[in-house]
């Protein structure tokens, strides 16, 4: 991609264990790389990281979840590399009705089908106004508890909402993808007091200097082993790369800067 040539910068070697980037939106890799092929970004991933295993691209807006446009079952049925998670991006929250929900629930009959969402709280762009998003995402909590899938969380500048929603409507057993984790101590400590299943997943941001307060979340609250790397590309390129498209080869610099840490 044009202005992607610095990813060079750092390329891993093949002595490092194969890892698998937990959220991504392959479909969106398309429109910015301005291919029709995953076998071309198969190529930028695997020479930037050649250890890469897979990943889960999240389908979360109700047009690629459309039997007749959206790309999903292509990618899952054709692409040994590429799992998915169905729901609605909280952005998209004002989309949602009974028809969305019916084919988020016939997406997730693929066997490569893990979870629901991404789904939760967005207050920093409020693109659906507020209570609409409060209703879906408890709609869409309760609905990931019926069919038994675990739950991929988006939350921002959301977190006692967020918390309330998710102690409301699921047992505290349940398993949690809390995506791009940019809360703070108290944030990822009250998550971890109520679900024992509760992972936390880190993009790039976590690398920005913005992130301070994550980082001390980080390394403070968050074990180790409930830590999930993630690129969420092609968005959030880690510092230390340039470019303005990440993809999931990336977690690799997410994995470094958090080791270093």
């Excluded at 002595?15 to 959220?23: L, S």
């Excluded at 028809?99 to 089908?113: G, M, Q, Y």
């Excluded at 993630?230 to 303005?244: H, I, K, Q, S, W």
Aim: charged share 25%; hydrophobic share 35%; net charge negative.
């Amino acid at each position: 991609g044009k202005g992607n040539k610095g990813n060079q910068v750092v390329s891993f070697g093949s002595d490092v264990p194969a890892f698998i980037d937990t959220h991504c939106h392959v479909e969106y890799l398309y429109d910015k790389y301005k291919t029709s092929s995953y076998n071309v970004i198969f190529s930028k991933i695997k020479g930037f990281a050649p250890s890469f295993e897979a990943c889960i691209s999240n389908f979360c807006d109700p047009a690629s979840l459309s039997p007749s446009f959206g790309i999903w079952k292509d990618l899952l049925d054709n692409e040994p590399s590429i799992y998915g998670c169905f729901g609605i991006h909280p952005h998209n929250a004002k989309h949602y009705n009974d028809s969305v929900e019916e084919r988020i629930c016939e997406c997730l009959k693929h066997e490569k089908a893990l979870a629901w969402g991404e789904c939760g709280l967005d207050y920093h762009y409020n693109h659906s106004p507020k209570d609409v998003q409060l209703q879906v995402f408890e709609r869409q909590c309760k609905k990931a508890v019926e069919l038994g899938k675990p739950l991929v969380v988006h939350s921002r500048k959301a977190a006692e909402d967020t918390l309330r929603i998710l102690k409301e409507c699921l047992p505290s057993e349940w398993k949690i993808h809390v995506h791009c984790f940019t809360d703070d101590a108290t944030a990822a400590q009250n998550i971890i007091d109520h679900f024992p299943n509760a992972f936390f997943g880190f993009t790039g941001v976590v690398t920005f200097q913005s992130a301070s307060d994550t980082c001390d979340a980080m390394k403070r609250i968050i074990p180790l082993n409930r830590i999930l790397l993630e690129t969420d590309a092609p968005y959030m390129v880690p510092e230390g790369l340039n470019g303005r498209i990440s993809h999931p080869g990336m977690c690799l610099q997410t994995a470094k800067f958090i080791a270093k840490e």
